[in-house]
């Protein structure tokens, strides 16, 4: 099971901080990745961070923006997004991938999160 939390509203370069927490099945390796979703738009990669050796990638549009980082105590991962853009205005999901491969498609990830709401205003 994933709980995402942390979404709410912000103004133009401003921060937020979103928790993924994993509770119940364990895997030997795994990947934890964020997608959004705008309005009327597809599901996209933001980001993903491999459990076990801390890898970490990044959609093009939020490289140098958003950091992706880990508790292994807590089971949780983050996502830091500084100096947001309107156009970050999303659902933010959490996803599971058990295979352990960084991937782009969201359709390859097992587990997913129920979400939280990020909008950003100008």
């Known amino acids: 099971q994933l709980q995402a939390s942390g979404g709410g509203s912000v103004q133009a370069g401003g921060t937020l901080r979103l928790s993924c927490a994993a509770s119940?099945?364990?895997?030997?390796?795994?990947?934890m990745g964020w997608f959004r979703q705008a309005l009327g738009k597809e599901r996209e990669f933001v980001g993903a961070?491999?459990?076990?050796?801390?890898?970490?990638d990044y959609a093009d549009s939020v490289k140098g923006r958003f950091t992706i980082s880990r508790d292994s105590a807590k089971n949780t991962v983050y996502l830091q997004m500084n100096s947001l853009k309107p156009e970050d205005t999303a659902v933010y999901y959490c996803?599971?991938?058990?295979?352990?491969?960084?991937?782009?498609?969201?359709?390859?990830?097992?587990?997913w999160g129920q979400g939280t709401l990020v909008t950003v205003s100008s």
């Open positions: 996803a599971l991938d058990v295979r352990g491969i960084i991937d782009y498609s969201p359709k390859l990830y097992d587990y």
């Open positions: 961070i491999d459990w076990s050796g801390g890898k970490t």
């Open positions: 119940g099945r364990t895997f030997r390796s795994y990947v």
